[in-house]
């Protein structure tokens, strides 16, 4: 398998190396705590009696937060654990800082923070997978399904700001990003009937590595319904961003955009959140998705802009799902090369790749015009 970037490839190790990079941990917890004490009361109080009526009782369809006290930061855990990173943040306090628009300020409170992840998750069981290269439905598991064991990790990658609920009844609270930021999501997520579609996904790769393409139901991708999000993010970007698509929120893959900070977002995406991450808890068995502020993002890659692609790395999450907002006529090149599945994906409009974070893999380089994917790096409890 030639690899796309042979010459600029630093080896796994270098490339997830973070320890560059500054925060102030005091506020970063107050923040955090502050954050997900008041979630979790308002969740559950929102929540309880809810669940039945779009899954199984074991599969709440709806997002949580990890209790205050799993909220500490544990990069060095005693207990065996590992911590949950997603990218690599760039240093913040390097040459790049001043590249941050003036409405990120909330990132820079939120970006050592970390939370545990469950040790279940790395334990094996069986559980059906469809064959390679089938559509078909996926059954709904009974037991946790394996998981592949993430890779011990050279260094400091990434750093989750506090989780985050979406919820698509919720008004983006202020036009003010920096305070929306703040401000958790934390009201009911909707119970649409999508929950009664039987996914539509084929497995790339072995089984175990736990790689699916999945194909979103017409009535969230027809009618160019997508459209409307890069178009978003595109106005924001250019009347917004100070430096534009240039946020380096990840390091690596350096356009990307948190999709809570564009205004007028939210409604436009939590159908297909939802959808997605209801997918992932059946995909992977799991009775919550947990995502950051950060989730999901806009991740934008052009020639013009010259950033064209992304060098092999991992994510510090569980589970990662890319969403193609382009339709493949839109740039040459492209598509996510994942190394154990030798296999560069290249995804149509409205499909989505969920791979496990831990897996090596790599953003093809876009050769010809612009390649937009919504990236959600998901936490499973
Ligand atoms: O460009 C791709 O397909 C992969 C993007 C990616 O790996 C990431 O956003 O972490
Ligand atoms: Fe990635």
Redesign the pocket.
């Known amino acids: 398998m030639n690899l796309c970037y042979p010459s600029k490839s630093r080896g796994l190790v270098s490339l997830i190396d973070g320890d560059s990079y500054h925060h102030d941990a005091d506020d970063d917890h107050k923040n955090k705590h502050h954050h997900n004490h008041h979630c979790h009361h308002h969740c559950h109080h929102h929540h309880r009696g809810t669940l039945l009526s779009s899954t199984t009782a074991t599969q709440p369809p709806f997002l949580v937060y990890p209790s205050p006290t799993k909220l500490v930061n544990n990069n060095n855990n005693t207990d065996g654990s590992s911590s949950i990173y997603t ?1 690599t943040p760039t240093a913040v306090g390097d040459t790049n800082t001043h590249h941050r628009s003036s409405i990120y300020p909330a990132y820079l409170a939120s970006l050592s923070s970390s939370f545990s992840t469950s040790p279940r998750l790395l334990s094996q069981s069986s559980f059906p997978l469809a064959d390679d290269a089938s559509i078909m439905p996926a059954p709904y598991p009974r037991t946790p399904p394996p998981f592949p064991r993430r890779r011990p990790h050279a260094g400091t990658i990434v750093s989750p700001p506090a989780p985050l609920r979406i919820s698509s009844s919720s008004h983006h609270p202020s036009s003010r990003a920096s305070a929306a930021a703040q401000e958790p999501y934390c009201h009911r997520q909707h119970h649409h009937h999508h929950h009664h579609h039987k996914l539509q996904y084929e497995t790339i790769g072995p089984a175990h590595l736990r790689t699916y393409r999945l194909l979103l139901p017409n009535d969230l991708i027809a009618d160019c319904q997508l459209d409307p999000i890069v178009a978003h993010a595109e106005h924001f970007a250019t009347n917004r961003l100070l430096h534009g698509w240039q946020t380096d929120l990840y390091s ?2 350096k356009q990307d955009i948190a999709l809570r900070d564009i205004p007028g977002m939210l409604p436009l995406i939590q159908p297909i959140f939802d959808y997605v991450t209801q997918a992932i808890r059946t995909l992977y068995g799991c009775h919550e998705v947990v995502v950051d502020k950060n989730q999901p993002h806009i ?1 934008k ?1 052009s020639v013009d802009s010259g950033h064209t ?2 060098q092999l ?1 991992h ?1 510090r999450c569980d589970v ?1 799902a ?1 969403l193609a907002l382009s339709r493949s006529g839109d740039y040459c090149g492209g ?2 090369y994942i190394r154990d599945t030798g296999s560069i994906i290249k995804l149509n409009y409205g499909e989505c790749l969920l791979h496990p974070g831990s897996l090596v ?3 093809m380089e876009v050769t010809k015009g612009t390649r937009y ?1 919504m ?1 959600t790096f998901a936490h499973l409890r």
Do not use: C, E, I, K
């Open positions: 990218t690596l893959t991740l890659y692609g992304v790395h994510d990662t890319n598509g996510t893999h790599g953003g994917l990236v």
